[in-house]
DNA sequence: GCTACAGTTCAATAGTTCTAAAACAGTTGC
DNA sequence: GCAACTGTTTTAGAACTATTGAACTGTAGC
């Protein structure tokens, strides 16, 4: 299952990242990534959504830096990448995910 | 001078905030008006810019409830909403603007 | 091999955004 | 009134984005 990988934190920008979180559906996905601590299949992420529509969106936040995605059999594990989000824009993930809808 | 007024800080959204700093163009703009912690004049924002251009980003910030605008004979004067989106979205602010382009 | 499954990629459409020239509106000062 | 000035609005084009169905890739299990 061919991925594209997640860039290095020194090559994520503030304004890729405050796009990739700037829509309602991969705000959700990252406050659902948030909340669970570990790791989440694909399928479970994001509500009800067309499964291409998910994907797109996936694969926004991964190119954008925000997650990190590990395949393993079938299924596709994403993570937020948290320590190194947070040691490169300090505050700006508690800041953003103290408002995200809570569902 | 016709304009939009801001919209209550009560209607900001953290999207509609979100993708408005999500620009390069607006986030130096805002950088900016941070910096000078005073009104500016339109003119003076956002650097190498068509008038065009520019009015439609300042339009952006906004109507997304960043700014604020005056107007006073010629000028419009816009300031950065800093109290109001301090208190609505804590922490937001800081750490987008530690991050934003120093120019 | 075959079926079921997870997920990506492709293709198409609809809507949005960025950029900027041109035209326009309001203000100032002569 | 008129010219200069600030800024908005209109209009247009190019580029990008969101959404989804369909086709496709790879895996698991029988």
Known sequence: MPQYPAPPIEAVTITGVLFALSDPSRLRIIAELD?????SICDHLGGELAKSTRSHHLKTLR???????????????VSLRREELDARFPGLLDAVLAHAPVD
Do not use: F, I, S
């Open 35 to 39: 909340r669970l601590d570990a790791e």
């Open 63 to 77: 190119t954008a830096g925000l997650t990190h995605t590990r395949t393993q059999g079938r299924y596709n594990y």
